[in-house]
């Protein structure tokens, strides 16, 4: 039992039992089941004790933690877990990380943490660099893509409706000048979610007609612009998560130019830019007014850390800065809360700065092509079975097929293929048909691994399709 001003370094230490639960779990990450079954009600019980009226010692709660929760821990991290869009850790990403909680610094405002304000700035400057960006765009660190998506689109309400005379941070939106929002028919749902905590409405966004692979058409955009007076913002999208497919940005931009604000949704996508082979896809991103992307996706740091990105600082910092008399200022130095919708918040820049400086350029390149060389792999494996076709253009990591051309073999094939264990994939719909969407986002996963899953799905189909035609 810990007593009351009892130190956690009395008796066995916690961070070392947390080191070795962790080595441990990291170890067998490759051996373990992607995603092993698991009695829910089992798993909830393991974990619901009485609060207790005293506590336990701080190396047998993470002891009985780990023993607990590890029968519902999926295996994320792993390199055959290809479901979402989720990149692993690497290695400098997890112990900085382990740093952040372990100095526990608050990097609202430079008098909390100068380190962590300084910390930000640099990595501020090498994701610019890294993503071919505007040098004198302003970055926020956000939690997640939806945080990043609802920063970049605040800033956005903010500048096209003070060029059009209204103060929304100042009046809010009742009686304001209406905003024209467009989005491609593919957008991300989160998104529409920006739009709704912003006071814009989710169903406010005029839907502009997609192609084959989900990219918005520009000549769809500019029709559907010709009938809109006033505020206008275009929400644009670089990496769709069922196709991987990237608008094109630049035709887009030349239809936005003097008219309308453009955001970039690249959650995942906008990470091509720093590779020489997939960087022209991306040819116009620069000329947008905000992008939105994870870390945790193809960078591959712990989860909490994504970016905001913003050609226009001073609608970024005034749609999004705090101040009161108690808030001291340091001059030009940097205070985060004027990037995010947070005061108490983690150091998260830290694990993206240790994975630049771990990687550098050429290794977030290779990291990059590395996957999307995984992916056409996949798509060369699956696609020799002439039972299962593949649906779209490989053009990143993205990878849809459809097995016998039948909804019901190929969700049973995912479902056989998760109950295997031997990878993890996930389902989607896609123009109105079944699914399997293959994502390689972990620095991880090598060639034997996509070869190893790529035999476990085909002989889940084969499985799939007998009983069928049983």
Known sequence: ?????????????????????????????????????????????????????????????????????????????GPRYFGFVVGGSLPAALAADWLVSAWDQNAAFYVLSPAAAAIEEVTARWLLELLHLPADASVGFTPGAQGAITTALAAARQHVLAKAGWDVERDGLIGAPPVSIFAGADAHATVFRALRLLGLGSDSAVRIEADGEGRMRPD???????????????CAQAGNVNTGAIDPLAEIADVCDGRAWLHVDGAFGLWAAAAPPTRPLLAGAERADSWALDAHK????????????????????????????????????????????????????????????????????????????????????????????????????????????????????????????????????????????????????????????AAAILAAAGKAMAHRSG
């Open 1 to 77: 039992m810990c007593k009351p001003g009892e130190m956690p370094g009395q008796g066995p230490d916690p961070l070392d039992r947390a080191r070795e639960h962790a080595r441990s779990f990291l170890a067998e990450v490759d051996r373990r089941p992607v995603a092993p079954p698991v009695d829910a009600q089992a798993l909830y019980d393991a974990l619901s004790h009485p609060l207790a009226d005293e506590g336990l010692a701080p190396a047998t709660v993470i002891d009985e933690l780990v023993r607990a929760a590890d029968p519902g821990l999926t295996a994320t991290v």
């Open 220 to 234: 769809a955009l500019r029709e559907a612009m010709t009938s809109a007076v006033g505020p206008a913002i275009v």
């Open 298 to 453: 193809w960078l591959n740091t712990p989860y909490d850390g994504a970016i905001a990105i913003v050609a226009h600082p001073e609608a970024h910092v005034t749609a999004m800065s705090l101040a009161a008399s108690y808030l001291a200022t340091y001059g030009t130095q940097r205070d985060a809360s004027n990037f995010v919708a947070e005061s108490s918040r983690r150091a998260r820049a830290i694990p993206i700065y240790a994975a630049l400086r771990s990687l550098g350029r050429r290794g977030v390149a290779d990291l990059v092509e590395r996957t999307c060389a995984h992916a056409r792999r996949f798509a060369e494996l699956l696609g020799a079975d002439p039972a299962i076709e593949v649906l779209n253009d490989v053009v990143l990591n993205q990878v849809l097929v459809r097995v016998a051309d039948d909804d019901e073999a190929t969700r049973a094939t995912i479902a056989e293929v998760q109950r295997d264990g031997t990878c993890w994939i996930g389902g989607t719909v896609w123009q109105g048909r079944a699914a399997i969407r293959i994502s390689v986002s972990n620095w991880a996963t090598g060639p034997s691994d996509v070869e190893r899953s």
